[in-house]
């Protein structure tokens, strides 16, 4: 069963068109993702500015446990459009009817552990005991992709931990786990509230070696710099991996549809960052450089795009 976050006059039913309409009604549902999470805290004001915006187009932010489950809906046609991590976007839906509609925000590989932790790279979690989340949330299989990339076997490297981000968190805290993964955008609430605690943070690096083997391994990772000073108590720069997640959607979503929802989106940027500062990145320009040649991008989105000269 969906939550489903109402947003606007309309009520809430499944996707597609009300034909009953004097003037044709679209409905569209978005898979959020978990209410926890940055994808969820953008795809909310995104809901509000289309609502706001259009005048036929109906859309839901309807909460999912993650990236996985969205898609999943979307194959079964019970949700029309979806998002989140960048590489399981990309594995789940490549050859399934969707399509890349935005960027969302960049990604960044971020393995938390206290301050005074033995160690600055993610192979000194050697034996510890380290939480990759939940077996269905994609945080999990990432993780076991990239140490597979670097060559190490986790189950026998370490000791894998499968509970919840904010379980997680907590055992942290408590010292039941040694280390927790997040991959979100920089200034993550989990670390953010790690670095202002009493045992603070670290967050540890990837050697070049094992960032280059994780890009090699994967057609949309990049290698990424955490700045210092992004978190309390950290100055230096650390070298790490990340990708960007996309907002996704089906391809018989129409193409004018599609159209109107990224003119909107795109032409009241200002307003959607306003709400969820990670809108900011969802521009023709980025989705274009990230995407163009990994994922097909919506026809309705590259008509838009060409229009402002993001691509030809």
């Known amino acids: 069963m969906f939550l489903t976050v109402c ?7 499944s996707a597609k068109s009300n034909d009953s309409a004097a003037a044709e009604k ?8 978990n209410t926890t999470g940055a994808f969820y805290q953008q795809m909310v004001p995104m809901c509000e500015i289309i609502n706001k915006y259009s005048e036929n187009i109906t859309a839901n932010a309807v909460v999912t446990s993650g990236a996985p489950e969205s898609i999943a809906f ?14 399981t976007c990309y594995e789940l839906s490549k050859d399934e009817d969707i399509s890349v509609m935005l960027s969302a925000f960049p990604t960044f590989l971020q393995v938390m552990t206290e301050a005074d932790f033995a160690g600055n790279d993610i192979r000194d979690l050697a034996g510890k005991r380290f939480n990759i989340c ?9 993780m076991r992709n990239y140490f597979s990339a670097m ?28 280390a927790i993964v997040n991959a979100s955008g920089l200034g993550n609430s989990t670390a953010l509230e790690l670095a202002s605690s009493r045992k603070g943070l670290k967050i540890l690096a990837l050697s070049d070696e094992d960032a280059r083997a994780i890009c090699e391994s994967t057609q949309i990772t990049k290698q990424r710099t955490i700045p210092g000073g992004t978190y309390e108590g ?24 599609v159209y109107e929802i990224v003119k909107i989106l795109c032409e009241h940027n200002d307003e959607w ?21 990994v994922m097909d991008i919506h026809p309705g989105a590259l008509k838009y795009f060409k229009e402002v000269g993001a691509i030809q």
């Open 7 to 13: 947003i606007g006059a309309a009520a809430c039913g």
């Open 26 to 33: 679209i409905e569209i549902n978005v898979g959020a993702s």
């Open 74 to 87: 979307m194959v079964a046609g019970e949700l029309d459009m979806g998002g989140g991590s960048g590489s």
């Open 134 to 142: 939940t077996a269905d949330n994609s945080t999990n299989s990432m």
């Open 151 to 178: 060559g190490l076997d986790i189950n026998t490297y370490l000791k894998v931990i499968e509970i919840s981000m904010t379980e997680g968190t907590e055992a942290l805290k408590e010292g039941t786990v040694d």
């Open 234 to 257: 950290i100055e230096a720069d650390i070298n790490t991996v990340g990708d960007c997640a996309p907002i996704i959607i089906n391809n018989n979503v129409p193409e004018e549809v």
């Open 273 to 293: 960052a306003a709400a969820a500062s990670n809108a900011a990145y969802s521009t023709p320009e980025n989705t274009v450089s990230d995407w163009e040649g």
